[in-house]
């Protein structure tokens, strides 16, 4: 929560006509693009999150990036090329969204219903 001191950031406001998919990921991760520290190696319900019309990196509860969703692949090298098979796990293809979306979003705290403290899953869904 140290980033959330720091910055009192602004909530983002979830409409309800986009499906969201949020995507914890940490710092550490960011050691690659957000979009390739968001896009692998997840377990969750494939089924539901090919619903899904974004996906948000969020970083302690602050959205870092926000992704428009293709499709969601096994986590599997040839699906994703220079990436090791992680059994059981998902990844997405996607691309960024258009500035006017993540002018929307990003800097913004991920809305308090879906921050749940002690919540160990870094995968939650917005519907």
Same mark, same amino acid.
């Given at each position: ?46 089924? /539901? ?59 913004? /705290? ?7 403290r002690g919540a ?8």
């Amino acid at each position: 929560a140290e980033i959330n001191r720091k910055y009192r950031a602004e909530t983002a406001v979830f409409d309800g006509k986009d499906k969201i998919v949020l995507i914890s990921i940490n710092r550490s991760s960011l050691e690659r693009s957000i979009y390739e520290a968001t896009r692998f190696s997840w377990r969750l319900n494939k089924n /539901r999150a090919e619903l899904a019309d974004l996906i948000f990196a969020t970083v302690q509860g602050v959205i870092a990036g926000v992704f428009v969703n293709h499709s969601w692949l096994e986590a599997t090298p040839a699906n994703f090329p220079g990436r090791e098979e992680v059994l059981g796990r998902y990844g997405f293809k996607g691309e960024e969204a258009t500035e006017a979306i993540k002018s929307r979003y990003i800097g913004k /705290r991920v809305p308090s219903k879906y921050t749940k403290r002690g919540a160990s899953n870094p995968i939650k869904y917005t519907w």
